[in-house]
């Protein structure tokens, strides 16, 4: 193996254990970046079944086999991987103008990139080349709608976390300590974040083992890792003697998503130092601020810093300080409980189509984007703020009612967050900023200024925008074409400024010897070869400026040349380029050199001007760029909403102040809606609800299908619509803002945890009482469905008065319809209606009615889905024998004393005869209002139970008198299918 691809396995080695076991080296040969594999050699990572970690390394099965890398790029780029010979290297690539096409899929897809350049260094010999880059899924400045996050974790020896958020693209951190019987709030926070990469730090002498399972029972709780419990992880081995000790693992499922995960065992000790960390923060980010930071927080952050500066050392630099919290939860937020961001779906799971933030996102920005997702899953409780975002969507509601303003600008403005964040990397490094970059914030400046002036001119709107940033924008836009040619940006780096001083006095000389070369080049060309254009002077790669010509015509030129005798006119030819050859003369080289010369003064001069201009422009505007950003994100939104609102009809909320110092939730709602399935369900129209919940919590009752989860839905989602500054899907929305919202929509067991349906939902009841108080929302769809009727009813009546003590707001669903004459006097009880034709079948009313409606309901909806009229009929048989409540054991010892009919002293209230339970009543078969003398005859009187007369009385059961046989007389009845609503009582 030659020297190269020596150099090339010993880097990749060397990656493996630095960065994880997800790298792929490019290494730059000549105008090619390629991407080597030996055939047979031993592979450093292995692969085991999600469940096969987590069991001793002894007890584990034969490692999965694991795709090499190179295969599995090959398929993802589209491409083809060439051997010379038999035994010799696969290889890949592509041309190195297509990396920036390339990278941002494997960044996507979860790879970082190593890019070994060939280093420029003026020596002749063999290329010298070196690590040049390294792109890693969360350590990239490139434009994407998502921000993606580091999460970095600290597992302090007191079981103490300490938890940093770190965004590579716009700088932004956020850090907390949270303690390990806190943990699970974290997972109400991380769902705002987009994180591919995570973090952890141990100090040593902890087991592997153990600590692997430790942190993947925590990730799998704040659902952070791909959920499917057969997902492939592929692990870096763990053979490392010396520590820090560094464990890789890249979790993967059936559906590519994946998420990778770091582990270092073993800190560096310095970590701990007090002054060190003084110093080191404090020159990171320019202030002295860790003197009242929690130390868990500290070097949970040392930690993110470490893992992003070994990618790429600028991204660290020139960072705004970090947001600094003692506690998770913040008290201005609506929290959302149990996974309500799930269980309301408000975000679309796992990549699909679908969710609130979808269907109400109509931002043109990527920082409008992540603001509304932001807003969207962290509602707040301020009622300044809130009214001051119903007022920025009303103000842009009436410029589109009035047709005199559209998103034309803002679809044009490109994140300016990101690209903000690589003008401070390169004024703080010696890194320049591409033009091209420069291009695209010049010209959303443009458009940020024009949308500024559209909505000053607009009389009679207040926008409330910030005094300063217009005429600083307007400032900032001067000055950039003051100094750049802002239409060449995208063209020639040398084109990129004004004509200006020295740099006018260098493009003269330049131009003067490029018109002596040109002048030579045509007057030789008329007098040898009577045209123009038979030699032509050009510039070259490696020549330099040199000429151009046939190469049959060179005699002919040489012919000439020696016959006129022009001294120093001799040709040296330097290359050849096809059919044409590269030619000079010792006069022409000359030039050539005093030309090439010039040109590598005037880059110099044109790359530290512009990198010199463009660090005084950041240093000089730079606070204008956050109140930019915010202002353009803001207006983003509220043209959103307003968008939104005129789309769907959705409503301004109005919110109700208190005057006393108990500000209990409230929701007072006209026809209220759910957003996703007025607009997802066509074919039938959406029954809208009024809704008042304050004084007292609500149960509902109905058949299965008949809506109960969807009205859940619509007030969970209308809430949160509300606490996060948008208008909702309603006629009319009274709104006193709550502090907790929590949910139990979705059933079901917990596989990862080995928690069973009932153990899951006492888990969330133990939530819903320890935060249930006058400013939380309950929401709870058929609790304690998971046990037997007489615990579950037991407990949810013990639920509903806890609530009612505690003034909670709630509304809980059940079928449960004993719980109702238990607690009548705490809850109002409401049912949604449902119809039963023959002629129709089974047809959803889903109307909101007072009453906890029927009782019984179950096998007369079965009936109407299974067409079996003996199945139904067995159905009905056995539930009026389970209904038949036998007597007691005084009363068993016994025979039966049957009570005497009234109407009739030989008639014995008995027996019923249609079904044969106990019967509580006498039914007359001619109805009483005939008045007739037969009214009371035994042939005109029927004992039967309260369920079968109830049917009789409802027209489902029709008795038609009794028949003489053999043996005895015989009750005869048949059931029919009359309309009933089932909501009546």
């Known amino acids: 193996m030659n020297q190269i691809p020596m150099q090339y396995f010993n880097l990749a080695k060397e990656n493996y254990f630095r960065y994880g076991l997800s790298v792929i080296q490019l290494i730059q040969i000549g105008k090619f970046y390629e991407l080597w594999h030996e055939p047979d050699s031993p592979s450093g990572q292995q692969a085991y079944s999600q469940a096969e970690l987590l069991v001793e390394p002894s007890m584990r099965s034969r490692p999965l086999e694991v795709t090499p890398p190179i295969e599995q790029i090959a398929s993802l780029l589209d491409m083809r991987i060439i051997s010379p010979g038999k035994r010799s290297l696969l290889q890949m690539g592509f041309p190195t103008y297509s990396l920036t096409t390339h990278l941002s899929t494997l960044l996507d897809k979860g790879w970082t990139v190593v890019v070994i350049d060939e280093l420029v260094t003026g020596k002749s010999g063999p290329k010298q080349r070196a690590v040049s880059q390294v792109y890693s899924p969360s350590c990239n400045l490139e434009e994407c709608t998502e921000l993606p996050y580091v999460l970095s974790i600290y597992f302090s020896q007191d079981d103490l976390l300490g938890i940093t958020l770190f965004s590579a693209m716009n700088g932004h951190s956020i850090m907390f300590p949270v303690s390990w019987t806190d943990r699970d709030k974290v997972g109400r926070l991380l769902i705002n974040y987009c994180i591919k990469e995570i973090v952890i730090w141990v100090d040593s002498g902890v087991g592997s083992e153990i600590l692997i399972n430790k942190i993947y029972n925590l990730l799998i709780g704040w659902s952070l890792f791909p959920p499917e419990p057969n997902a492939k992880i592929e692990v870096m081995g763990e053979a490392l003697t010396n520590l820090p000790c560094y464990l890789s693992y890249r979790y993967e499922n059936n559906n590519k998503e994946w998420l990778l995960l770091h582990i270092y065992i073993g800190i560096n000790a310095e970590w701990f130092n007090k002054n060190y960390q003084e110093y080191t923060l404090s020159k990171i980010f320019q202030s002295t601020w860790t003197e009242n930071v929690n130390q868990v927080n500290l070097i949970s952050l040392l930690g993110v810093l ?87 969507i009303a103000t842009f509601k009436q410029l589109i009612d009035k047709k005199t303003f559209d998103n034309s600008d803002l679809k044009h403005i490109k994140d300016l967050s990101s690209l903000h964040r690589q003008w401070a990397i390169c004024a703080s490094s010696d890194t320049t900023l591409p033009p091209k970059k420069l291009s695209q914030i010049y010209h959303s400046y443009l458009f940020a200024s024009q949308l500024i002036s559209k909505l000053i001119s607009n009389k009679g709107i207040n926008t409330q925008l910030p005094p300063s940033v217009g005429p600083q924008l307007k400032s900032l836009i001067k000055e950039i074409g003051r100094v750049f040619q802002v239409d060449s940006l995208t063209g020639d780096f040398k084109d990129v400024l004004q004509p200006t001083g020295n740099l006018t006095n260098l493009l003269a000389q330049q131009q003067i010897l490029r018109a002596q070369l040109t002048e030579w080049a045509e007057q030789t060309s008329n007098i040898v070869f009577q045209d123009t254009i038979s030699i032509k002077a050009e510039c070259f790669n490696k020549e330099g400026y040199a000429f151009s010509i046939l190469s049959k015509k060179l005699t002919k030129l040489e012919h000439y040349l020696t016959k006129a005798s022009i001294s120093d006119n001799s040709i040296i030819v330097l290359g050849k380029r096809g059919n044409h050859l590269i030619i000079t003369s010792p006069a022409t080289y000359k030039v050539s050199i005093k030309l090439n010369l010039l040109e590598e003064q005037i880059n110099t001069y044109v790359k530290q001007t512009y990198n010199r201009e463009l660090k005084r422009l950041y240093f000089n505007y730079s606070e204008l760029f956050s109140l930019l950003e915010n202002m353009i994100s803001r207006l983003d939104v509220a043209l959103s909403g307003a968008i939104a609102a005129v789309k769907f009809n959705y409503t301004k909320p109005c919110l109700v102040l208190t005057k006393s110092q108990q500000t209990k939730g409230l929701i007072e709602a006209i026809n209220l809606r759910h957003p996703l399935v007025e607009q997802l369900n066509t074919q039938e129209e959406c029954v809208a609800h009024n809704i008042s919940l304050g004084d007292r919590g609500m149960l509902l009752f109905s058949v299965n299908g008949a809506g109960k989860s969807t009205l859940l839905r619509a007030i969970g989602v209308n809430v949160i619509l509300a606490q996060a500054g948008m208008y909702v899907a309603a006629d009319s929305f009274r709104l006193r803002p709550y502090h907790y919202l929590i949910t139990r929509i979705l059933g079901g067991d917990d596989l990862h945890k080995g928690q069973g349906t009932f153990e899951v939902e006492m888990r969330d009841l133990s939530t819903i009482l320890k935060l249930a108080n006058y400013n939380s929302l309950i929401l709870g769809d058929e609790i304690c469905h998971g046990t037997e009727v007489s615990s579950g009813t037991a407990i949810l009546a013990a639920t509903i008065e806890r609530l009612t003590a505690a003034q909670t707001s709630f509304i809980l669903s059940t079928h449960l319809h004993q719980v109702f004459s238990l607690v009548d006097s705490l809850v109002r009880c409401y049912h949604l209606s449902v119809i039963q034709q023959e002629d129709l079948g089974l047809i959803y009313e889903r109307k909101l009615k007072p009453g906890p409606g029927p009782s019984q309901y179950g096998i007369e909806i079965m009936g109407h889905i299974i067409n079996n009229k003996k199945f139904y009929n067995s159905a009905l048989k056995y539930r009026k024998l389970i209904n038949w409540e036998p007597p007691s054991r005084s009363e068993s010892s016994s025979l039966t004393v049957f009570r005497p009919s009234k109407y009739n002293a030989q008639v014995f209230i008995d027996s019923c005869e249609i079904c044969g339970a106990p019967a509580e009543a006498i039914h007359h078969i001619q109805p009483k209002k005939l008045r007739n003398r037969k009214l009371n005859r035994r042939s005109n009187l029927v004992p039967v139970c309260s369920s079968c007369h109830l049917d009789i009385h409802k027209n489902k059961i029709s008795i038609l008198g009794w028949k003489r046989t053999p043996g005895h007389k015989k009750l005869y009845w048949v059931y029919i299918n009359e309309s009933s609503d089932s909501g009546t009582e």
């Open 306 to 392: 470490q893992f992003i500066k070994d990618r790429n050392p600028n991204i660290i630099k020139n960072l705004q300080l970090p947001e600094c919290y003692n506690s998770v939860i913040s008290p201005l937020n609506l929290i959302l409980c149990n996974r309500a961001e799930y269980q309301l779906d408000l975000v679309p799971k796992r990549e699909k189509l679908g969710g609130v933030l979808n269907l109400v996102n109509f931002c043109s920005t990527a920082m409008g984007k992540r603001l509304l997702k932001f807003r969207l899953l962290n509602p707040i409780t301020d009622y300044y703020e809130l009214n001051l975002r119903y007022e920025e």
